[in-house]
């Protein structure tokens, strides 16, 4: 029996855990459930999956959630806050941490799990991008066992020889090809996407996402996240990875070795596929995946990325050169720039114009410790703010 908390329990990540975790009664048990502020869904969860704990950061919803909790005769105890959710990804009690917070609100209670040498499942890539040493020492040092969720990791995961230490070459691998779907935008002509709604960003043509990381999506940003994911999770360089655009979101993502094969991972576009392979690792088990129909999918096309279109992903590749805290505050830009976006303040093309001021205005620092992190962060969060400041005026 394993027993698992899941951060961001009530998000597209959880919700599919769960229903993952349904199809499997007696493998797993649920100690812990986390979400931002949804006290409905996570009472409903409650009651399906009876956790020891259930944390929601928001006070007030915690208030209400424990008056249900208490009203349906449930012994979950409900905490709230952020030190709640570092107190149950470190719990003794805990094998295996889902981490599936979106954003910045993810890194502490991730970090958390992994100094207490807790498996984790990482969907959560904001950890990596913001604190990629910092967290990647931290996994080392306690022996953490980190299986990567994000679709496309899991898939260079699985394509990598088991067991793979980091070493690319010394593993016959020439290089990583990342796989990435172009997003609602990758056809808009360019002269409409000043205008495009949040609505339009957030529909997705071949999967089902939270706000954010579907607004990263259409501006590419997300793939430009996981080039950086894709740095710290396999030691490649920004060299080393090439993105690669699939309209299909068929090919997860490939492994070119030196022999001129290439491997890759391929599946109905579906995130309980690499949830369940994270959950049961090293075995398999059901996902509740509809089978891949060859003959339906028929054609597969590939094509080079347009760094003019997409801008946000030639500012990722920027940061990840830059490395130190560059990536830190690429992240903390971009998190502002499209929370204004998804708040109707700044158009579609202000995102890459915001995070690029504001990595041209910061100097790089050194990055060593989760302090060093936080300072980045808040300086780019407040940097971020005046340049949305000066575009409204
Ligand atoms: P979502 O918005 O659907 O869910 C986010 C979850 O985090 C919710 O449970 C919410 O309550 C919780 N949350 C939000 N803000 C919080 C805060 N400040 N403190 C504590 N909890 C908070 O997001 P999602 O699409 O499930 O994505 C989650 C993470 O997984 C992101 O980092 C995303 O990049 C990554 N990811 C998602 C997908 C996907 O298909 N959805 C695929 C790959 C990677
Ligand atoms: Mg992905």
């Known amino acids: ?76 105890e409900v905490l709230s806050g952020a030190a709640a959710l570092e107190q149950v990804s470190v719990l003794p009690e805990v094998d295996t941490v889902m981490a599936a917070i979106v954003g910045a609100a993810g890194l502490r209670p991730t970090l958390a799990a992994a100094r207490a040498g807790k498996k984790i499942l990482l969907a959560n890539k904001e950890t990596l991008v913001m604190a990629g040493n910092v967290f990647m020492d931290a996994v080392r040092a306690s022996g953490s066992v980190l299986l990567p969720i994000d679709s496309e990791h899991n898939a260079i995961f699985q394509a990598l020889p088991r067991g793979y230490n980091g070493d690319l070459a010394g593993n016959g691998v020439r290089r990583i090809l990342l796989t990435a779907s172009g997003g609602p935008f990758r056809n ?32 590419m940003m997300n793939k430009g996240l996981e080039v950086i994911e894709a740095h710290w999770l396999f030691n490649a360089s920004a060299d080393d990875i090439q993105v690669v655009v699939h309209p299909q ?56 990325p347009d760094f003019g279109r997409f801008p946000c992903l030639a500012l990722a590749y920027q940061a990840l050169r830059a490395a130190g805290s560059a990536p830190a505050i690429l992240n903390a830009a971009n998190e502002v720039a499209v929370a204004a976006f998804l708040d109707k303040q700044i158009s579609f093309l202000s995102i890459p114009c915001i995070i690029g001021a504001v990595l041209d205005t910061l100097p790089v620092n050194a990055v060593g410790s989760l302090e060093d992190v936080l300072s980045a962060d808040d300086e780019a969060r407040r940097a971020a703010q005046q340049q949305i400041q000066s575009l409204s005026r």
């Open 188 to 219: 808009t002509p360019l002269g409409e996407l000043q205008n495009v709604t949040p609505e339009q960003a957030c529909a997705h043509p071949n999967w089902v996402m939270g706000r954010k990381i579907s607004v990263d999506s259409a501006s």
């Open 249 to 304: 979101s068929v090919i997860h993502s490939l492994v070119e070795y030196m022999d001129g094969s290439v491997l890759a991972q391929l599946g109905n576009p579906d995130m309980r596929t690499p949830i369940a392979y994270g959950l049961a690792y090293p075995e398999r088990i059901d996902a509740g995946v509809k089978p891949l129909d060859l003959f339906k999918v028929a054609t597969l096309n590939f094509a080079e």
């Open 1 to 76: 029996m394993q027993h698992l908390t899941i951060l961001g329990a009530t998000g597209s990540i959880g919700t599919n855990t769960l229903d993952v975790v349904a199809r499997h009664p007696g493998k797993f048990k649920i100690v812990a459930l986390t979400a931002n502020s949804k006290a409905d869904l996570l009472f409903r969860q409650c009651q399906q999956f009876k956790p020891h704990y259930a944390v929601l950061l928001d006070e007030d919803a915690a208030t209400l959630l424990r008056q249900w909790v208490r009203e349906a005769g449930l012994t979950t």
